[in-house]
């Protein structure tokens, strides 16, 4: 029996909400499309997400510059490549949509635009050029172009409240052709680009992946004095990708690859079989990226840290996006910070996601919260919980990495007890009963939870056969069969408390209310 004893007298702490700073979606064009627009309003709706931030501003589909020839038809009239126009309509379009919904631009200033472009080297399905400006000239007067454009559509004010990120994970060879010192250039030419149209738009990176650079980047832009306000960095377990990659692995994805030939499988299926590793996610440490965040934030100094990308698992087609093991890992994720990150963004919003490829099933493992069918996942109920918690946390119980963990918060004569079970085993499956010990007297308590039997969207579609494509009647019924709700829970009046006993399995979540 494990047993929880809470006092509500000891001393209280604000709430860290920093993951409602903001959330990430995939690439820019994406955001055109209606079902994308209502998932990235109902985050704001019901988790109080207040930005968002995508990939690609500046690729080709954007179409912020256009030249004669890059229209098949004109190839061949002389001078075709330098007749050419900037048109930044189209991310003024899909700005305007993210405005509209309540949430504003996370603006990450990425990729290259081909007519800027050093060479041709492409990352991602979609075909971002990766690589540096043939001129760092010409790009900065395209980024002064660029900012011109959106305070003359938007407003001084409105625009200096954004902010503003130069590139992805330029660490990455898919995401940068070049090296960190090529980085730093690109940074330095940017954010003065910037402050030269309007010195208090805020700007910052490096953006890495596995919080790497970042000493080397504050000693750049301090030894030079290029403009910094934020540092920004990302993190996941087995960040970044490279580390899933030895001799065992690899023979195990040609291995699946063969089988999917073999037995005809769907790419969905070959993809989860090829990447889906479940026994390295023991080997990554419990709670390590709240330490990551500790060793970041040091490394940024007095400079504000937003982590700008971060989920269960660095894999796509990866089961556990959709299943409770997402839930407790990010709820165990964001007690443990310790109000180190201005802002911790999510990766990412909707499963509607084109990086690698579009998959049509209702449940991929892909890296969102709300499904294909625009289905609350249980990850998105995992930050409905948190978004539902007081803002006094009582100064207890943090980063125990036990099996069993809690945090307790307090308004007036309420008390909460959150109860998550996370472990980094995805097979693991233990049993837990749990004692729970307020020093007050109750007239109620409510349960509301994430396990096998709430809140469980995917065990829905797996009764109904699995089927490829969810008719839109069976979409409302999983919907309203997998809503988190307030449930009234069975409680023992003591003399000056209230005791609670529940049970959990491994990967679970609980909110108890108690009044």
């Not at 395209?142 to 990120?165: C, Q």
């Not at 023991?282 to 940024?300: I, S, T, V, Y």
């Not at 892909?366 to 409905?384: L, T, V, Y």
């Not at 837990?432 to 308590?445: C, G, L, T």
Request: proline share 4%; charged share 25%.
């Amino acid at each position: 029996m494990k047993k929880i004893k809470i006092d509500r007298k000891i001393k209280t702490e604000a709430t860290d909400f920093s993951w409602q700073e903001g959330m990430g979606n995939d690439h820019a064009f994406c955001l055109h499309r209606t079902d994308i627009c209502e998932h990235i309003k109902l985050a704001h709706n019901e988790l109080g997400i207040k930005s968002i931030r995508c990939h690609g501003v500046f690729d080709d589909d954007m179409l912020t510059i256009q030249r004669m020839h890059d229209y098949r038809l004109y190839r061949s009239v002389p001078g075709g490549k330098k007749i050419k126009e900037l048109n930044f309509r189209q991310v003024g379009h899909i700005y305007d949509n993210l405005l509209d919904i309540g949430v504003k631009p996370f603006v990450e200033l990425s990729f290259m635009p081909t007519p800027l472009a050093s060479g041709k080297k492409i990352g991602l399905r979609y075909n971002p050029n990766i690589t540096m400006p043939k001129s760092l000239d010409e790009w900065k007067e395209y980024i002064i172009a660029f900012i011109t454009f959106l305070i003359n559509r938007y407003g001084k004010d409105e625009v200096e409240s954004w902010k503003f990120e130069v590139w992805n994970e330029p660490d990455l060879s898919i995401f940068f052709a070049g090296s960190q010192k090529d980085y730093f250039k690109l940074y330095e030419a940017t954010a003065r680009a910037i402050k030269s149209v309007d010195e208090n738009i805020l700007v910052g990176g490096p953006s890495t992946s596995a919080c790497r650079w970042i000493n080397e980047f504050v000693e750049f832009v301090e030894k030079n004095n290029v403009p910094c306000d934020f540092i920004t960095t990302h993190h996941y377990p087995g960040d970044a990708f490279g580390n899933f990659i030895n001799a065992d692995n690899i023979k195990h994805m040609f291995k699946a690859s063969q089988d999917a030939v073999k037995n005809n499988h769907s790419l969905t299926d070959a993809l989860t079989n090829m990447f889906f590793l479940p026994n390295d996610f023991a080997r990554f440490d419990k709670g390590a990226l709240a330490r990551m965040d500790d060793e970041a934030k040091r490394q940024a100094g007095s400079r504000p840290l937003y982590i700008t990308e971060w989920n269960s698992m660095a894999v796509f087609g990866a089961p556990v996006h959709d299943e409770k093991y997402s839930a407790a890992f990010l709820v165990k994720t964001v007690m443990d910070l310790n109000g180190v990150c201005d802002a911790f963004m999510f990766w990412c919003c909707s499963d509607l996601f084109e990086e690698q490829y579009m998959l049509p099933k209702p449940f991929v493992g892909s890296f969102g919260i709300i499904s294909n069918d625009g289905i609350p996942k249980p990850n998105f109920w995992g930050f409905r919980i948190l978004s539902m918690l007081y803002k006094n946390r009582l100064t207890y119980t943090k980063r125990t990495n036990e099996d069993v963990e809690y945090a307790a918060f307090v308004e007036g004569n309420k008390t909460q007890v959150l109860i998550y079970t996370q472990s980094q085993e995805y097979f693991k499956n233990d049993t837990y009963d749990i004692e729970i010990e307020v020093n007050q007297k109750a007239d109620k308590v409510t349960v509301q939870r994430i396990d096998d039997t709430h809140c469980n969207p995917k065990a829905e579609w797996i009764k109904l056969g699995k089927p490829d494509n969810l008719t839109k009647q069976q979409v409302v019924d999983i919907k309203e069969k997998t809503k988190l709700v307030p449930e009234d829970y069975p409680f023992e009046k003591r003399d000056d408390s209230t005791k609670i006993t529940i049970f959990m399995k491994t990967n679970e979540v609980v909110l108890l209310s108690i009044e």
